[in-house]
């Protein structure tokens, strides 16, 4: 689903992407990533979901200071900042589960309110929850604190979907995938609210990544492929890096074939 354009008006620089394909390609990528990421830290190298925590939110609290030192949009900080919030994202509701053994109906709901609180009073001070205006440090905190709760929310729904109906990663996949291809078709048929349907869809790639993470990584007696999280892990950030490198590039020709135009 493709955003539609807004120019923003004065000097300020948008602090985050427009909303492209390639945008939801990686964004996809970052979501996997974080749940195959996070299993091989966690499992793989035996940190436990304690330390593993406490290791990526530290991680992630450096990536954050960066991507706000830029005051405008620079790929690989602001999709650093994914990546690594897509993993604590995931942690947060991993801990509530496993190590405070908070329901996964709990979690889905606590993050659903937390959300829609978020939003509630970016919207009471702002008056717009439009990323296409993310000007100002105040709107970029309300901005990175709904991909938390996204991330958060995301992995609580897709695992209470999964637990609750038994179903096997590549279903539960293509049953998220299905509701996001329905919400695209909400936004381009009956006109569904552009900001309501990308937050929608943004929610429900975190489950469909995951979904396909697992499928690819774990071993074939649980529904998986069995390619492992180190590799799963390795495929996904190669594409990523990939994927940046060439917004990187496109971004610095845009940018200088914008300089060129203000200076005729």
Known sequence: ?????????????????????????IKLMAVTMGETAADYLAVN????????????????????????????YVPWA????????????TLITDNLVDNFGVRLQTTTIAFSVLLAATFAV??????????????TTRREIFYWLAILFTFSLGTAAGDLVVESFDMGYLTTGLL???VIVLITL???????????????AY????????????FLSQPTEYGGLGLGTTFTS????????????????KKTADDADEILLESD
């Open 78 to 89: 602001y999709w650093l900042a994914v990546v690594l919030i897509s993993v604590v994202g």
């Open 176 to 178: 998220f995938g299905g």
């Open 234 to 249: 390795l495929i996904f950030l190669g594409c990523i890096v990939a994927l940046v490198l060439y917004m990187t590039l």
């Open 203 to 214: 929610i429900l790639t975190r489950p469909l990544g995951a979904s396909f993470g697992d």
């Open 45 to 72: 190298l035996g940190l436990g979901l304690t330390a593993t925590s406490l290791i990526m939110t530290g991680v992630l609290v450096v990536a954050i200071v960066l991507q706000f030192a830029q005051k405008r």
């Open 122 to 135: 970016w919207y009471a001070a702002e008056r717009t929850l439009s990323i296409h205006t993310i000007f």
């Open 186 to 200: 909400a936004w381009y048929l009956i006109h569904l609210n552009a900001i309501l349907a990308f937050w929608l």
């Open 1 to 25: 689903m493709l955003a539609p354009s807004t120019h923003s008006v004065g000097p300020a620089h948008n602090r985050v992407p427009d909303v492209t394909l390639d945008f939801w390609l």
